[in-house]
């Protein structure tokens, strides 16, 4: 087993504190990762402070990781010790349900393995439950690990293990691209990502943020248009405007009256996970069929897929680094909307 260094929270009220922990022994599948960056996921935020009413204490999260492969079990293929690598959100799944068949692990039908917080065997993780990337080590099974192509920093890359790959998953199956009006909801981690790999996709790009405040960098990422939520004549204005809305937003939203943003037969995907429900009008959605709907994260391959996308674009996030010791400061930073536009901690700070 390798012992690695981790901060993990132990109440929902808590704080982060260092402690250590197990990885296991390396199986002929599995690959040891020297994790350099993890990125701060508002899923992390939620989870950690029990905001979906399932986690498990003490929580280590994490599922931005970035790093280079320090071992390799006897049958891994892909890897050698040295590569630049990834791992997101997930870390298995059943290999055998339609879904995964599909390479869509994220819907396996069995439960995909999530990289924290997942019940698992004591031989999957010792004491029984994933802990994720704020961590100097994981071992990782290699067909849940991703390539990180040269020409992206592994910092910037990291962002995109979970915010790009939720992001870049929608807007293709959606054919975000040239001609269509798409609008991202909310200018945080995920939302920055998407302007920039909704714009390289060709999409014409509308940023609804609650202010102003960040419309040079929303333009300079590459919108073409920023507008505030906070001044209703945005929402007469806008009228009708978009193919697809991509709602970022963390929290609440009155969700019907971005509904009527949509054009006829547009969509709303949802990626933001507030834990409440939503009040729809039947009539919002009928009058202009339009179509609700959600997304969750990408799966192995298309997040390959992603990250190649990236850097042949050049895109990689807009980070802030912080060490490990500021998680808790980052985390309130996150929680007011101030973060351009993704903390991500230097593991090497541990
Ligand atoms: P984030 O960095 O905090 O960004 C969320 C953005 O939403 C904020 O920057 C802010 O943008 C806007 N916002 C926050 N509070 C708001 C409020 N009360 N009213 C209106 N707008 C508000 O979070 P993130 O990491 O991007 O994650 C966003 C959400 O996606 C979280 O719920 C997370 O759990 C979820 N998520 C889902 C998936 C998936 O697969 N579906 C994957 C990852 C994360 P402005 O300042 O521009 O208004
Ligand atoms: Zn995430
Ligand atoms: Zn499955």
Known sequence: MTTAA???????????????????????????????????????????????????????????????????????????????????????????????????????????????????????QVGGI???????????????????????????AAPLLCAGATLYSPLRHWEAGPGKQVAIIGMGGLGHVGVKIAAAMGAEVTVLSQSLRKREDGLRLGASHYH?????????????????????????LPIDDYLKLLSLNGTMVLLGLPDAALTVRANTLATRRRALAGSMIAGIAQTQEMLNFCAAHGIGAEIEVISADEIDGAYDRVMASDVQYRFVIDVATM
């Open 130 to 156: 994933t802990f994720g990337g704020y961590s100097t080590e994981i071992v990782v099974t290699e067909q849940f690990v991703l390539s990180i192509p040269e020409g992206i920093g592994l910092d910037v």
């Open 228 to 252: 505030a939520t906070s001044d209703r004549q945005t929402f007469r204005e806008l009228r009708g405007r978009f193919d697809l809305i991509v709602n970022t937003v963390s929290a609440d």
């Open 6 to 124: 981790a901060y993990a929270i132990t109440a929902p009220d808590g704080s982060f504190e260092k402690v250590s922990i197990e990885r296991r022994d390396l199986g002929p599948h599995d690959v040891l990762i020297d994790i350099k960056y993890a990125g701060i996921c508002h899923s992390d935020i939620h989870t950690a402070r029990n905001e979906w009413h399932g986690t498990s204490y003490p929580c280590v999260p994490g599922h931005e990781i970035a790093g280079l492969v320090a071992g390799v079990g006897s049958a891994v293929q892909k890897f050698k010790i040295g590569d630049r690598v990834g791992v997101g959100c997930l870390v298995n799944s059943c290999g055998k349900c339609g879904p995964c068949l599909a390479d869509e692990e994220q819907y396996c039908l069995n439960g995909p393995i999530w990289t924290y917080n997942n019940p698992v065997e004591e031989s999957v």
